[in-house]
């Protein structure tokens, strides 16, 4: 439906389209988009790694022809996978243990790979979402999206998020979305509502209009009972 309206929507869903759990969706909700952070967020951890294990392989290479060089070189091969560990592969694992989730009905945060931590929040209840870029964001389209709401927190601001200023639109076009089928529902169920009513009030007159006749007749032999 949104690929039909806005053609540009459909060039996002496509670009970054990746699997999620349907069993997280209601019946008539769809995926939209799924995010993770801009990929500018691993490109220092990829660094350090890349750094760590050269420095490693150097260090293992110069280990000395001892009769425990064997050993040493093992000790450095260990401590450099674990530095990698640490500064490449950890970042890798929260970058996409987040996501940031665009239905049909809400926005979903998921963060967290061992403590997970989830917030909803429904298209409804957003007032408005802004979007923020730097030169240099513009440059590897990236940006920071502010989504403001009803509610106690009122305004949260994400960090790196893809094609900020797309995703800006397309927030602010669901919601709009939403409130017109919210306002179509409302009003399929008030015809509903009155039509069941009016054929509740037809009913009741047929039933009426069944019994007076009856009971008309049963006056009408009482008047002349012979026995009276």
Known sequence: MFGYCYPEIADLRHA???AYPEGLLADDEKVVEHLHPHWITLFLPVLEGVVTLAVGTTLAILVPHWSAQGWLRLAVAVLTLAVVCWLTIGPYVRWRGTHYVLTTH??????????????DIPLQRINNALYEQTLWE??????S???ESAGEDGKETFQHIPRADRTQQL??????????????????YEAQYEVEYEDEIRHQ???DADEDPQDHH???????????
């Open 138 to 143: 513009r440059m590897i389209n990236s940006g």
């Open 145 to 147: 999206l502010t989504v």
């Open 16 to 18: 970054y389209a990746v």
């Open 218 to 228: 049963h006056s009408r032999q009482g008047d002349h009972d012979p026995d009276r």
């Open 205 to 207: 007159r047929a039933a």
């Open 106 to 119: 809400r926005l979903m945060i998921r963060t967290g790979v061992f403590n997970h931590r989830g917030r």
């Open 171 to 188: 927030i602010n076009r669901l919601t709009e979305e939403d409130q017109d089928r919210r306002q179509r529902t409302g009003a399929r």
